[in-house]
């Protein structure tokens, strides 16, 4: 499979459309939390993984929506599902579906100043305990911050941490 181009995307939230008002939207990268250590007589330094960053998702919206505006609070609300839909084809004009699960805390970051010459947009992220990502119906990736998963690139990363740490 050859290069992959994005057609469209769509944000449920709670599994209501949001496609109307969308107006971009990025999902989450895994990232690297690294630390630089040399040991007594080290000659060179060495990055130590410590982990992943904090898994964030960003979206902006046309306009100010009730259904986002009641879901802005304090605490990350562990049953609020936002989900991002993709659809991508291939160069050989392969269809390629792509979700991405989230739930977290969700922040308002911007909103455009209102005034009658332009349509004003509304900014937002997702600080994410849990995400998804699928390709296909393949889950790529998966990380639940409380639940102890972490399962990156198809592959569990700490098969036996659960065990041992009880849960």
């Not at 792509?98 to 911007?110: D, P």
Request: hydrophobic content about 40%.
């Amino acid at each position: 499979m050859g290069k992959q181009i994005i057609l469209g995307a769509n944000l449920h939230i709670d599994g209501v459309s949001k496609l109307q008002i969308l107006d971009n939207v990025s999902i989450p990268i895994p990232q690297s939390k690294t630390e630089t250590w040399r040991g007594a007589g080290g000659m060179v330094d060495q990055e130590i993984q410590l982990g992943y960053e904090v898994l964030v998702a960003k979206f902006s919206i046309i306009g100010l929506d009730k259904d986002i505006q009641k879901y802005l609070t304090l605490a990350p609300s562990p049953n609020t599902a936002f989900t991002i839909r993709g659809y991508a084809m291939d160069d050989e004009e392969n269809e390629i579906g792509i979700v991405a699960t989230m739930r977290g805390l969700l922040k308002a970051t911007e909103m455009d100043e209102i005034s009658g010459d332009n349509l004003v947009k509304s900014s937002f992220e997702i600080a994410c305990k849990y995400y998804k990502y699928e390709q296909d119906g393949e889950k790529i990736h998966e990380i639940d911050v409380n639940g102890a998963v972490m399962f990156i690139g198809g592959k569990d990363m700490r098969p036996k941490m659960k065990t041992l740490l009880g849960l």
